[in-house]
């Protein structure tokens, strides 16, 4: 006869030994990175926290892929309270790895000599005279391996430096200011303004970068504005500006930071942001990125809440997309998305949410294995910047999931 205490000791047996298959059956799985994910699967990696090295703001995401693969991310590292002519750094990460580790942060962008603050900006309650901005930093990533860099000082200085090392190291700063002076001649401007975000190399190997100028007299001192272009086409050493692309006018009102894509027939196109009652960004075209441009156009099927955004092309595995990154709704900034264009950005019939909740400023771009990146800001609590900078990592699979099949088969 089987006593109590000897039922309990073959019970306790038994749950040992089902622990001891679980464990062995769990330890016995195949191992997966937790930043790999699977092709319907999207991770996220906070890159810049507030608070993170002393900085009480992190804004600007930009991201660029260098020729080898490397991945550059960066951003605005703000020191005090978090505005536009605040103290602040220009910070980089790399990644060597699709994206799934990343260096430490590092400062690119120091200016030698005095530093004059912007007398528009003093003209601020809050500003602080003894603060040094360095902003609105652009990266091209060139086909021959360098990567080019144009940053401003203040919002009255631009100047520009690279590296051949996919970013570890940089030249110092060579300054373009002069190359503003010729806008004068149309725009009177007293602030500039790169970019900001990654801009492209043409086909013919010119560098572009997306400018806006202001004559500050305006909200913040960078209103009104309008929209044009600097361009080099001996690899950085020169640099000359462009026709104004697009003015400020009744319709379109204070055309300011701009992403550029060169179309499959060679133009150039802008896709602007603005504070136009439209609420909608506004395309223009130009047949070498410098002159000629089309008459502006309001993109009727993206909707902007005034809101940097990134533009980048895809073409893998036998599709060729544009990509376009912004927050999906026409006031207040949240849910950002990735919209998908198949027509040379015509249409973009095409959306996917990445942050339902607040999404601020925000990068894309693509790396050699086919894995998408959107680098943007995001927060519990709506603010105007977020108070982290994070990637995105997914791929097209999952960009299209629930597309239509004509979508997933594009050529």
């Known amino acids: 006869m089987t006593t109590p205490r000897a039922i309990r000791m073959i019970y306790n047996m038994k749950c040992v030994m089902r622990i001891c298959v679980l464990l062995l059956t769990v330890l016995t799985l195949p191992l997966r990175a937790a930043a790999d994910p699977p092709a319907h699967d999207i991770v996220k990696t906070d890159l ?30 703000r020191k005090n309270a978090g505005e536009d002519w605040d103290d602040i750094d220009i910070l980089l990460r790399r990644s060597t790895d699709d994206g799934k580790t990343w260096s430490e942060a590092k400062k690119i962008a120091q200016v030698d000599g005095p530093k004059e603050k912007n007398p528009f900006a003093l003209r601020l309650k809050r500003t602080n005279p003894n603060t040094v901005t360095y902003n609105n930093p652009v990266l091209i990533a060139d086909r021959d391996g360098t990567v080019h860099m144009v940053f401003c000082l203040e919002y009255m200085r ?42 492209i190399q043409l086909k013919n190997g010119r560098l572009l ?22 361009f080099s086409d001996d690899l950085g050493k020169t640099w000359q500006a462009s026709e104004i692309a697009v003015p400020c006018t009744d319709e379109f009102v204070n055309p300011n930071e701009t992403v550029a894509i060169q179309l499959d027939d060679g133009r150039v196109m802008l896709n602007v942001r603005n504070e136009s ?7 223009v075209t130009s047949p070498d ?18 809101c940097m955004a990134g533009l980048v092309r895809y073409t ?11 927050p999906d709704t026409p006031r207040g900034r949240r849910n950002l998305s990735v919209r998908v264009s198949s027509d040379e ?13 607040f999404s601020a400023y925000s990068d894309i771009n693509v790396t050699p294995s086919g894995t998408i990146l959107c680098f943007y800001g995001r927060s519990e609590k709506a603010n105007f910047a977020g108070d982290r900078l994070t990637i995105a990592r997914f791929s097209i699979e999952w960009l299209l999931e629930g597309a239509p099949e004509s979508f997933s088969e594009v050529q």
Request: with cysteine; hydrophobic share 35%.
């Open 48 to 77: 810049f926290k507030v608070g993170d090295l002393g900085y009480n703001l992190y804004h600007i995401p930009g991201i660029a892929v260098t020729a080898k693969g490397t991945i550059l991310a960066w951003c605005e590292a």
């Open 158 to 199: 631009s100047f520009y430096q690279r590296s051949n090392d996919d970013g570890i190291t940089w030249t110092k700063p060579v300054e373009i200011t002069t190359t503003f002076e010729a806008f004068r001649k149309d725009y009177d401007w007293k602030v500039l303004a790169t970019g900001p975000n990654h801009s």
């Open 209 to 230: 970068v997306p400018v806006w100028l202001s004559t500050g007299t305006g909200g913040n001192a960078h209103r009104p504005s309008v929209t044009a272009t600097i």
């Open 277 to 283: 009652k439209a609420r909608r960004r506004i395309i």
């Open 289 to 306: 990125g410098a002159t000629g441009w089309s008459e502006p156009v309001f993109q009727e099927d993206i909707v902007d809440p005034v």
């Open 316 to 326: 893998y595995n036998g599709k060729n997309l544009l990509l376009f990154s912004n």
């Open 345 to 357: 950005g015509k249409t973009w019939r095409i959306a996917r949410s990445i942050e339902p909740g």
